[in-house]
T-cell receptor
Framework: DGGITQSPKYLFRKEGQNVTLSCEQN?????MYWYRQDPGQGLRLIYY???????QKGDIAEGYSVSREKKESFPLTVTSAQKNPTAFYLC??????????????FGPGTRLTVL | KNEVEQSPQNLTAQEGEFITINCSYS?????LHWLQQHPGGGIVSLFM???GKKKHGRLIATINIQEKHSSLHITASHPRDSAVYIC?????????FGKGTKLSVKP
């Protein structure tokens, strides 16, 4: 079955620790995205990548880093510099650029809690 | 200021009712997306439209480009329709999202 997987589903982190969230897709999509969702707010874009070995900052990239070494994988690292990392993180992918004319497919999400 | 505004924020309906969720945006778009987020957090794409109207089962999405407004309608609503419905507009390679409308359909 084609789709997007994210792991883990729940993640707990101590303050000051870096943590990496996994996102894998087997849809052969070129574009991949990371969003953050907080209660009462719309999804906000952290980073996106249109092609392997290239990525761009979104609206709230500070305190986060990404890599795109393979087409299928787009891991997100939440660093200790992120002041308020507790949130629900969603990964998505699309054939081309979602803002133009392509449907976006979402993973199940990872809920990160900083203790 | 969020560029995509949805109304209402919360909506409670009785099973069988006709439901309308509204979305307004402030700038021109290439495409308008409607998404559904289930209580567990997973999001699925319902519609992507740039003009007119689309229908899938009991769901209908319409858009008025001149008025920068879109609506999502659910006919014969059912408790399994309970979810958060999110509107998003295309913007330079990604999406700008509304805050969502939480729908609860009571049996």
């Amino acid at each position: 079955d084609g789709g997007i997987t994210q792991s883990p589903k729940y993640l707990f982190r101590k303050e000051g620790q870096n943590v990496t969230l996994s996102c894998e897709q087997n849809l052969n999509h070129d574009a991949m995205y990371w969003y953050r969702q907080d209660p009462g707010q719309g999804l906000r874009l952290i980073y996106y990548s249109q092609i392997v070995n290239d990525f761009q900052k979104g609206d709230i990239a500070e305190g986060y880093s990404v890599s795109r070494e393979k087409k299928e994988s787009f891991p997100l690292t939440v660093t200790s510099a992120q002041k308020n990392p507790t949130a629900f993180y969603l990964c998505a992918s699309s054939t081309g650029l979602a803002g133009v004319n392509d449907e976006q497919f979402f993973g199940p999400g990872t809920r990160l809690t900083v203790l | 200021k969020n560029e995509v505004e949805q109304s209402p924020q919360n909506l409670t309906a009785q099973e069988g009712e006709f439901i309308t969720i509204n979305c307004s945006y402030s700038v021109g778009i290439s495409a308008l997306h409607w998404l559904q987020q289930h209580p567990g957090g997973g999001i699925v794409s319902l519609f992507m439209l740039s003009s007119g109207k689309k229908k899938h089962g009991r769901l209908i999405a319409t858009i008025n480009i001149q008025e920068k407004h879109s609506s999502l309608h659910i006919t014969a609503s059912h408790p399994r329709d309970s979810a958060v419905y999110i509107c998003a507009r295309g913007s330079q390679g990604n999406l700008i999202f509304g805050k969502g409308t939480k729908l609860s359909v009571k049996p």
